[in-house]
């Protein structure tokens, strides 16, 4: 982790807690309308044909594409699709249909996201730090 990656949670009410970290350097200009925008408390729900990603929609971000912007997502990625405006966590190693803008990366703990229901509130906050 450098220093320029923010660590984060991300809170599935009633199920636990997921860790994770903002990589700014990959999309500096969307993760950084994301942190602005913390804590965002959104529905969540998975993707509508699989539990392929858990996504957070009408996040209001509205960042367009940036250079690096991939097709090829891992499991664990944290992603904005600006086409949906959406933060989506990849549950699953995949090729997307469009390009989306990778902005972090869930740490441990993303098991958590197979219990979770549609609609289930989730929480994307800093972790607040210990100086």
Same mark, same amino acid.
């Given at each position: 982790?450098s220093?320029?990656?923010?660590p984060?949670n991300?809170?599935?009410?009633? !199920?636990?807690?997921?860790?994770? !970290?903002?990589?700014?350097h !990959?999309?500096?200009? #969307?993760?950084?309308?994301v942190? =602005?925008?913390?804590?965002?408390?959104?529905r969540?729900?998975? $993707?509508?044909? $699989?539990?392929r990603?858990? #996504? +957070?929609?009408?996040? &209001?971000?509205?960042?367009?594409?940036?250079?690096?912007? #991939?097709?090829? @997502?891992?499991?664990g =990625?944290?992603?904005?699709?600006?086409? *949906? =405006?959406? !933060?989506?966590i +990849? @549950?699953?190693?995949?090729?997307?249909?469009n &390009?989306v803008?990778?902005i972090g990366?869930?740490?441990?703990? %993303?098991?958590l996201?197979?219990?979770?229901?549609?609609? %289930?509130n *989730?929480?994307?906050? &800093?972790i607040k730090?210990?100086?």
């Amino acid at each position: 982790m450098s220093e320029a990656d923010v660590p984060i949670n991300i809170q599935l009410y009633g !199920i636990g807690i997921l860790k994770a !970290i903002m990589i700014r350097h !990959i999309a500096p200009f #969307t993760a950084d309308a994301v942190l =602005d925008k913390l804590p965002i408390i959104l529905r969540g729900r998975f $993707s509508f044909k $699989s539990k392929r990603y858990w #996504t +957070i929609p009408d996040v &209001k971000i509205f960042k367009g594409l940036n250079q690096s912007a #991939t097709k090829e @997502l891992i499991k664990g =990625d944290i992603v904005y699709n600006p086409k *949906t =405006d959406e !933060i989506m966590i +990849i @549950l699953d190693s995949q090729v997307f249909p469009n &390009k989306v803008n990778k902005i972090g990366e869930v740490l441990n703990n %993303l098991d958590l996201v197979q219990k979770a229901r549609n609609g %289930l509130n *989730t929480k994307i906050f &800093k972790i607040k730090s210990k100086n």
